[in-house]
């Protein structure tokens, strides 16, 4: 009868001592929970207002459920007595051992979050970057992954994509086309002039505002270069740039200017004996 009557004490003082404090951390437990939940809704709202994208509204609404998650948790195991200063000192400092063994994998992923959030650029882009250039076919948290003109594929890694420059072709509805043609020394400047002007004019595709620029470039060594400058949509440049080439090698040789090449004389010598 002892024994029960000293456990009874015992029981009774634990809840005196703990019961309230429990009380508390179950109910900062609930109510954390439920406003978790509400900032959730709340971040995705903002997210879908900001034209974030859908790859990137997920991963961030689970980033800050779990942030937001492990503060709750941490208030309420110290609501019931528990150090927590000693637990959250081992968890810094195994975060910050994870961090430098992973740091490349991490800027990776910061490089991701920025390439979304800010939009360098999207699927279906033409980019240039670290030495490779190609269509962006998919742009996930580690990686951007390309597909080339000819069909290969190229994974990028996002850290040094978003950290260092690149080049978007697809930003802008139009572009320039630069050519250069040469003619021979003692050729009619003024007729290359008319021809490159009547073949600019008879394709459709260039546009005439503003106009194609035509001038002599250099005096090279073994031609008279002139530059040619067009504007067409982004989506002739290259059908554009190719048809030109063509069509001033064969009108070139109608009209009758010659289209040099380096040459090199080789003069024999005989010596008699």
Do not use: C
Request: charged content about 20%; aromatic content about 10%.
């Amino acid at each position: 009868m002892e024994n029960f009557e000293f456990d009874s004490r015992f029981f009774t003082g634990l809840v005196m001592e703990y019961g309230p404090n429990l009380v508390k951390a179950i109910l900062v437990l609930v109510v954390g929970l439920w406003a978790v939940g509400l900032a959730g809704r709340v971040v995705k709202k903002m997210l879908n207002k900001s034209n974030v994208d859908p790859s990137l509204q997920g991963f961030l609404r689970s980033m800050v459920s779990i942030l937001l998650k492990i503060m709750v948790y941490i208030t309420a195991l110290g609501m019931l007595g528990i150090e927590m200063t000693s637990f959250i000192a081992i968890l810094g400092a195994a975060g910050l051992a994870i961090g430098m063994a992973l740091s490349g994998t991490l800027q990776n992923f910061a490089g991701g979050v920025m390439i979304l959030l800010f939009k360098y650029f999207k699927v279906g882009d033409f980019i240039e970057a670290q030495g490779h250039s190609g269509t962006v076919k998919e742009i996930q948290i580690f990686v951007t992954i390309l597909t080339t003109p000819d069909n290969k594929t190229i994974i990028l890694p996002n850290g040094p994509l978003a950290t260092n420059s690149l080049i978007n072709f697809s930003t802008q509805p139009t572009r320039r086309v630069d050519w250069v043609f040469g003619i021979g020394y003692g050729d009619d400047v003024d007729k290359a002039y008319e021809v490159l002007r009547k073949l600019l004019k008879e394709d459709d595709r260039i546009h005439t505002d503003p106009e194609p620029f035509i001038a002599v470039k250099e005096l090279a060594d073994s031609s008279v270069n002139f530059v040619v400058r067009a504007w067409v949509d982004a989506s002739n440049y290259w059908p554009v740039h190719f048809r030109m080439n063509e069509e001033v090698y064969k009108t070139f040789d109608k009209e009758g200017l010659s289209i040099p090449y380096p040459q090199r004389d080789i003069y024999v010598h005989q010596i008699k004996d």
